[in-house]
Protein backbone atom coordinates (compact mmCIF):
# COMPACT_ATOMS: atom_id res chain seq x y z
CA UNK A 1 0.00 0.00 0.00
CA UNK A 2 1.19 3.30 -0.75
CA UNK A 3 1.65 5.74 1.86
CA UNK A 4 1.00 9.55 1.64
CA UNK A 5 2.87 11.49 -0.81
CA UNK A 6 4.23 14.53 -1.25
CA UNK A 7 5.38 16.70 -4.09
CA UNK A 8 7.86 18.56 -4.44
CA UNK A 9 10.25 17.25 -1.66
CA UNK A 10 12.19 20.54 -1.72
CA UNK A 11 10.84 24.42 -3.26
CA UNK A 12 13.00 27.35 -3.45
CA UNK A 13 11.32 30.55 -4.28
CA UNK A 14 11.81 34.14 -4.18
CA UNK A 15 9.51 36.41 -2.03
CA UNK A 16 6.62 37.21 -3.79
CA UNK A 17 6.27 34.26 -5.89
CA UNK A 18 3.69 31.89 -5.53
CA UNK A 19 4.54 27.86 -4.74
CA UNK A 20 1.48 25.40 -5.24
CA UNK A 21 2.29 21.94 -2.93
CA UNK A 22 0.84 18.56 -3.51
CA UNK A 23 -0.32 15.69 -1.15
CA UNK A 24 -1.77 12.14 -1.95
CA UNK A 25 -2.90 10.81 0.82
CA UNK A 26 -3.50 7.29 1.71
CA UNK A 27 -6.20 5.92 -0.96
CA UNK A 28 -9.68 5.66 1.20
CA UNK A 29 -8.70 8.02 3.88
CA UNK A 30 -10.99 10.92 4.32
CA UNK A 31 -8.92 12.52 6.77
CA UNK A 32 -6.24 14.77 5.15
CA UNK A 33 -3.86 17.30 7.54
CA UNK A 34 -1.75 20.11 6.96
CA UNK A 35 1.03 21.15 9.16
CA UNK A 36 4.10 22.94 9.30
CA UNK A 37 7.19 23.21 11.25
CA UNK A 38 9.60 26.19 10.82
CA UNK A 39 13.05 25.76 12.27
CA UNK A 40 13.15 25.00 15.70
CA UNK A 41 9.46 25.42 16.65
CA UNK A 42 6.75 22.59 16.99
CA UNK A 43 4.93 21.41 14.49
CA UNK A 44 1.47 23.70 13.77
CA UNK A 45 -1.19 22.79 12.39
CA UNK A 46 -2.70 24.22 9.63
CA UNK A 47 -5.89 22.81 8.07
CA UNK A 48 -8.18 19.84 8.49
CA UNK A 49 -10.11 18.17 5.54
CA UNK A 50 -12.82 15.29 5.69
CA UNK A 51 -13.37 14.51 2.02
CA UNK A 52 -13.51 17.75 0.18
CA UNK A 53 -14.67 19.99 2.95
CA UNK A 54 -12.88 22.07 4.69
CA UNK A 55 -13.39 20.74 8.67
CA UNK A 56 -11.23 23.47 10.41
CA UNK A 57 -9.02 25.51 8.84
CA UNK A 58 -8.21 27.30 11.86
CA UNK A 59 -4.49 27.07 11.66
CA UNK A 60 -4.12 28.95 8.71
CA UNK A 61 -1.34 31.72 8.89
CA UNK A 62 -3.65 34.07 6.44
CA UNK A 63 -5.01 34.85 3.37
CA UNK A 64 -1.74 34.44 1.65
CA UNK A 65 -2.60 30.47 2.09
CA UNK A 66 -4.97 28.52 0.22
CA UNK A 67 -5.66 24.55 0.77
CA UNK A 68 -8.02 22.95 -1.93
CA UNK A 69 -8.84 18.85 -1.98
CA UNK A 70 -11.11 18.75 -5.22
CA UNK A 71 -13.15 15.39 -5.14
CA UNK A 72 -11.69 14.69 -2.16
CA UNK A 73 -8.30 12.73 -2.66
CA UNK A 74 -5.18 14.76 -3.34
CA UNK A 75 -4.93 18.35 -1.84
CA UNK A 76 -2.51 21.34 -2.69
CA UNK A 77 -1.56 24.10 -0.67
CA UNK A 78 -1.09 27.40 -2.34
CA UNK A 79 0.86 29.92 -0.86
CA UNK A 80 0.39 33.22 -3.01
CA UNK A 81 2.68 35.55 -2.93
CA UNK A 82 5.02 33.89 -0.32
CA UNK A 83 6.89 35.90 2.50
CA UNK A 84 10.04 34.88 3.99
CA UNK A 85 8.14 33.86 7.01
CA UNK A 86 6.82 31.50 5.01
CA UNK A 87 9.74 29.12 5.27
CA UNK A 88 9.61 25.70 6.59
CA UNK A 89 8.91 22.12 6.05
CA UNK A 90 4.87 21.48 5.33
CA UNK A 91 3.86 18.17 6.58
CA UNK A 92 0.46 16.22 5.32
CA UNK A 93 -1.08 13.53 6.95
CA UNK A 94 -4.02 11.40 6.74
CA UNK A 95 -6.17 9.54 8.69
CA UNK A 96 -9.21 6.83 8.59
CA UNK A 97 -11.76 7.42 11.48
CA UNK A 98 -14.33 4.99 11.52
CA UNK A 99 -15.69 4.82 15.14
CA UNK A 100 -12.24 5.13 16.88
CA UNK A 101 -9.08 7.53 16.59
CA UNK A 102 -6.51 5.88 14.61
CA UNK A 103 -3.08 7.46 13.85
CA UNK A 104 -2.54 9.61 11.57
CA UNK A 105 0.21 8.50 8.24
CA UNK A 106 2.92 11.35 7.22
CA UNK A 107 4.27 12.17 3.83
CA UNK A 108 7.99 12.84 4.09
CA UNK A 109 7.09 17.17 3.61
CA UNK A 110 7.89 19.80 1.62
CA UNK A 111 10.79 21.91 2.53
CA UNK A 112 10.01 25.32 1.17
CA UNK A 113 12.44 27.75 1.28
CA UNK A 114 11.70 31.51 0.29
CA UNK A 115 14.42 33.74 -0.53
CA UNK B 1 -5.16 26.63 24.16
CA UNK B 2 -4.56 23.22 23.75
CA UNK B 3 -0.80 22.87 24.70
CA UNK B 4 2.00 19.84 24.36
CA UNK B 5 4.96 20.00 26.01
CA UNK B 6 7.87 17.77 25.59
CA UNK B 7 11.14 17.45 27.90
CA UNK B 8 14.07 17.81 27.15
CA UNK B 9 14.33 19.39 23.80
CA UNK B 10 17.61 17.53 23.46
CA UNK B 11 19.22 14.82 24.65
CA UNK B 12 22.61 13.12 24.14
CA UNK B 13 23.79 9.71 25.45
CA UNK B 14 25.92 7.13 24.73
CA UNK B 15 25.20 3.87 23.32
CA UNK B 16 23.57 1.01 25.80
CA UNK B 17 22.23 3.82 27.73
CA UNK B 18 18.26 4.27 28.82
CA UNK B 19 16.17 7.17 28.65
CA UNK B 20 13.02 8.13 29.31
CA UNK B 21 11.30 10.99 27.14
CA UNK B 22 8.66 13.48 28.67
CA UNK B 23 5.30 14.39 27.01
CA UNK B 24 2.54 16.42 28.90
CA UNK B 25 -0.57 17.61 27.69
CA UNK B 26 -3.24 20.74 28.50
CA UNK B 27 -6.41 20.00 25.97
CA UNK B 28 -9.76 19.81 25.77
CA UNK B 29 -11.82 16.18 24.47
CA UNK B 30 -8.53 14.71 25.15
CA UNK B 31 -8.90 11.15 22.95
CA UNK B 32 -5.54 9.51 22.31
CA UNK B 33 -1.92 10.24 22.77
CA UNK B 34 0.56 9.26 20.04
CA UNK B 35 4.49 9.19 19.85
CA UNK B 36 6.45 9.53 16.19
CA UNK B 37 10.09 9.13 15.57
CA UNK B 38 11.57 11.15 12.71
CA UNK B 39 15.02 10.79 11.34
CA UNK B 40 15.43 12.50 8.05
CA UNK B 41 12.03 12.84 6.43
CA UNK B 42 8.41 11.67 7.77
CA UNK B 43 7.74 10.97 10.94
CA UNK B 44 6.97 7.36 11.45
CA UNK B 45 4.47 5.94 14.07
CA UNK B 46 5.36 4.69 17.52
CA UNK B 47 2.69 3.64 19.79
CA UNK B 48 -1.27 4.97 20.27
CA UNK B 49 -2.05 5.44 23.71
CA UNK B 50 -5.41 5.74 24.86
CA UNK B 51 -5.92 4.32 28.51
CA UNK B 52 -3.87 5.09 31.45
CA UNK B 53 -1.61 2.91 33.58
CA UNK B 54 -1.39 0.30 30.37
CA UNK B 55 2.29 0.21 28.78
CA UNK B 56 2.81 -1.05 25.17
CA UNK B 57 6.11 -1.88 23.77
CA UNK B 58 7.70 -2.73 21.14
CA UNK B 59 11.41 -4.03 21.18
CA UNK B 60 13.29 -1.94 23.22
CA UNK B 61 10.67 0.99 23.57
CA UNK B 62 7.82 1.09 25.45
CA UNK B 63 5.23 4.06 26.60
CA UNK B 64 2.94 4.88 29.11
CA UNK B 65 0.04 7.13 29.68
CA UNK B 66 -1.21 8.67 33.14
CA UNK B 67 -4.45 10.39 32.39
CA UNK B 68 -4.88 11.72 35.54
CA UNK B 69 -1.78 13.82 35.71
CA UNK B 70 -2.04 14.13 31.98
CA UNK B 71 1.69 12.72 31.01
CA UNK B 72 3.55 10.10 28.72
CA UNK B 73 6.63 8.51 28.74
CA UNK B 74 8.70 7.06 26.19
CA UNK B 75 11.32 4.43 27.19
CA UNK B 76 14.06 3.44 25.24
CA UNK B 77 16.51 0.84 26.91
CA UNK B 78 20.33 -0.14 25.36
CA UNK B 79 20.14 2.57 23.03
CA UNK B 80 21.51 2.49 19.43
CA UNK B 81 22.93 5.35 17.11
CA UNK B 82 20.07 4.14 15.01
CA UNK B 83 17.56 5.47 17.66
CA UNK B 84 19.13 9.01 16.88
CA UNK B 85 16.12 10.89 15.73
CA UNK B 86 13.51 13.74 16.64
CA UNK B 87 10.54 12.16 18.87
CA UNK B 88 7.18 13.24 18.20
CA UNK B 89 4.11 13.30 20.76
CA UNK B 90 0.78 14.15 19.89
CA UNK B 91 -2.32 13.98 21.18
CA UNK B 92 -5.43 14.02 19.61
CA UNK B 93 -8.57 15.95 20.70
CA UNK B 94 -12.43 15.47 19.73
CA UNK B 95 -14.08 18.89 19.18
CA UNK B 96 -17.29 19.64 17.15
CA UNK B 97 -17.21 16.26 15.18
CA UNK B 98 -14.00 16.55 14.18
CA UNK B 99 -10.32 15.02 15.47
CA UNK B 100 -7.48 17.36 15.80
CA UNK B 101 -3.52 16.18 16.25
CA UNK B 102 -1.61 18.69 18.25
CA UNK B 103 2.07 18.61 18.42
CA UNK B 104 4.82 18.86 20.68
CA UNK B 105 8.16 20.47 20.06
CA UNK B 106 9.96 17.56 19.58
CA UNK B 107 12.92 15.74 22.00
CA UNK B 108 15.89 14.92 19.64
CA UNK B 109 17.72 12.57 20.91
CA UNK B 110 21.57 11.56 19.61
CA UNK B 111 23.08 8.48 20.48
CA UNK B 112 26.66 8.15 20.20
CA UNK B 113 28.35 5.20 19.39
Given at each position: EAGVTQFPSHSVIEKGQTVTLRCDPISGHDNLYWYRRVMGKEIKFLLHFVKESKQD??????????AERTGGTYSTLKVQPAELEDSGVYFCASSQVKFKVTEAFFGQGTRLTVV | ?????????????????????????????????????????????????????????????????????????????????????????????FTSGTYKYIFGTGTRLKVLA
Open positions: ESGMPNNRFL | EDKVVQSPLSLVVHEGDTVTLNCSYEVTNFRSLLWYKQEKKAPTFLFMLTSSGIEKKSGRLSSILDKKELFSILNITATQTGDSAVYLCAVTT
